[in-house]
């Protein structure tokens, strides 16, 4: 299995300032158009769906892990992950086959009944959930669990929370 990385930025319409409705002018129409070029199944496709802000300067600098520490703890997940799939033909989480969720993501009753409820509630697709898993997977390795936890659901599903602020409202 190929896996193919990008970064797909995108303003919430075309003066980029929606939804502050003192800022943009745009029309509900073109708000509606503009995000249409976007399905989706395509943002079903996508493993992190992410909206920043503005950033605040006066956190400038004042970061718990500086560049250095947090590739150190990437670093370090990508060996676990790469020694956990060392018999399988993948290497990485975002490789991993549907069939073989189960296996490599253990979750407890209590995990398994909180996915299943973003899963009814946001009415997701199976595509969502299996990405949201893997992310959570990968969240989970970033703190060396080997369990995935409500928590590094919750964080998953947050990377997931964009799909319903812009598509998922009426405007």
Known sequence: MNCINFVVPMNPCRCGYFPDR????CTTG???RYLGKIS????????????TGM??????????????QIRRRVEK?????????????FSYNGELPEQLLHKYC??????QEYLNLFFEEEQCSMRRITRVIRVARTIADLEESECISEEHLTEA?????VDRS????SL
Do not use: N
């Open 157 to 161: 599903m947050r990377f997931r929370s």
């Open 77 to 89: 997940a990508v060996r676990i992950q790469k020694k956990r799939y060392r018999k399988e033909s």
């Open 22 to 25: 003192k800022r943009c002018r």
């Open 166 to 169: 812009y598509w998922g409202v």
């Open 30 to 32: 073109e708000i509606q």
């Open 40 to 51: 989706e199944p395509l943002l079903d496709r996508m493993d992190l769906c992410v909206e």
């Open 55 to 68: 950033p605040d300067f006066s956190l400038y600098g004042r970061g718990d892990e500086c560049s250095a």
């Open 106 to 111: 253990p979750m407890g009753e209590e995990e």
